[in-house]
């Protein structure tokens, strides 16, 4: 590692990422309380400030941070870096600060703005600084491909001003372009930058998968990544083929994945060598969160539970929150654990999974008390915002109990 007092060392990034990760699960547990208690704030203006800092905060910026240490920490580029780290920490702290008091306005749009094009700058950065030999690995292909979803995502929020200023905020183009930016943002950029580095340990533990395999692995999960984004349109009740369309991506995206699971049972004596237990535990949930998502989005391909998910919120947030808190940030604390940036305890984990499951499992259950039309148990919210402020501290207790790498 170069010692130099300008470089930002990669554990500094990670627990700056998770300073944002604790933020956005305060304003998670307040989102939770707002039902249970008055309290004097924009219920809107905190969920903005919720998902901004959730997604932008803690997972772009741990993804960045991961695909850095990984590809370019031996390169002397950290000046560079850290001129764009902290680009993209003006940007977070801006949407920090207004986001709360003025939801989408003004500033918080220009720090939203400036944010895009700090991403921009870190796919140029990353795409023009990885090595020749590098660009010859599958992990880079996949890695590199979710960085063009990152920037595909991007036109959905750049349409925004003209949506408004044209239709204005009624229009389904809106809600449109905010499902846009969202579907790239996590099932293209978020997901498929986890399978690279994924992709990356398998190679950097020789562990081959043959080039025919993963071809087929690489397109089947990139057209359903493609043709999924249909089943974001469904709300607004367009032809069957769009149904077709949307079901035939989520049916390819489930055919990749498990194609996947099956390669690496084959070189299941292989695999056992590379993981500590913890860490295949880790791993097995991921995967099967992956497929339990995979299998929700083929059913809301169906007319009626796509409408369902329209017309009762939670399960759309049971679902957000199962990509999120489930597969996306378990999996970050899996590369955390294995590249030994931060080695996660077993206790504030196991509270962070139990937590998470109560909350999805009490989410899921109001939304079908809703379609049901049945009432909801006596102090439900006041449930769901315990747990939430449990998935809050086991997130405080990942970051102060870590093992010293």
């Known amino acids: 590692m170069i010692k130099n007092k300008m470089v930002i060392s990669v554990k500094k990034q990670v627990y700056l990422a998770f300073t944002y990760f604790i933020i956005a699960a305060f304003f998670g547990v307040v989102l939770r309380l707002f039902h249970a208690i008055d309290l004097p704030i924009n219920y809107k203006f905190i969920v903005h400030t919720h998902s901004h800092i959730a997604l932008l905060g803690w997972v772009y ?30 940007t977070l702290i801006g949407m920090l600060v207004t986001f709360p008091f003025q939801g989408y306005a003004l500033f918080s749009i220009i720090f939203s703005t400036l944010f895009l094009i700090a991403s921009y700058l870190f796919t140029w950065f990353f795409i023009t600084h990885v090595s020749v030999s590098t660009k010859a690995s599958y992990s880079y292909k996949i890695i590199k491909s979710a960085l063009v979803y990152l920037v595909i995502s991007s036109i959905g929020p750049w349409a925004l001003g003209a949506i408004m200023t044209m239709l204005g905020p009624l229009s389904i183009w809106y809600r449109l372009a905010i499902y846009f930016y969202l579907h790239f943002l996590y099932n293209g950029w978020m997901i498929l930058a986890l399978v690279g580095l994924f992709f990356y340990i398998l190679e950097n533990k020789k562990i081959t998968i043959n080039k025919k395999t993963f071809t087929s692995f690489y397109r089947l999960i990139n057209a359903g990544v493609i043709l999924s984004f249909f089943l974001s349109i469904l709300w607004i009740e367009p032809s069957l083929l769009y149904n077709g369309l949307g079901g035939f991506g989520a049916l390819i995206q489930l055919i990749a994945i498990v194609f996947l699971i099956c390669e690496l049972r084959s070189n299941d004596q292989s695999i056992l060598n590379i993981f500590t237990d913890f860490q295949k535990m880790i791993l097995k949930t991921v995967f099967g969160l992956l497929v339990l998502k995979m299998l929700l989005q083929l059913i809301t391909a169906l007319p009626y539970f796509a409408m369902l998910a329209v017309n009762y919120l939670d399960f759309t947030i049971g679902y957000l929150h199962l990509t999120f808190l489930g597969i996306i940030s378990l999996s970050i604390f899996f590369f955390l654990d294995y590249f030994q940036i931060l080695k996660v305890t077993k206790g504030p984990y196991f509270l962070y999974i139990t937590s998470f499951a109560i909350t999805e499992l009490l989410i899921f259950y109001k939304g079908f008390a809703s379609w049901q039309k049945i009432s909801i148990i006596e102090n439900y919210y006041s449930a769901l915002a315990f747990f939430s402020a449990l998935i809050l501290i086991s997130i405080v207790l990942i970051l102060v109990l870590r093992k010293k790498a």
């Open 61 to 90: 910026l741990i993804l960045t941070t991961l695909l850095y240490h990984v590809y370019l920490s031996n390169q002397s580029i950290s000046k560079k870096h850290r001129n764009l780290f902290l680009f993209t920490q003006i």
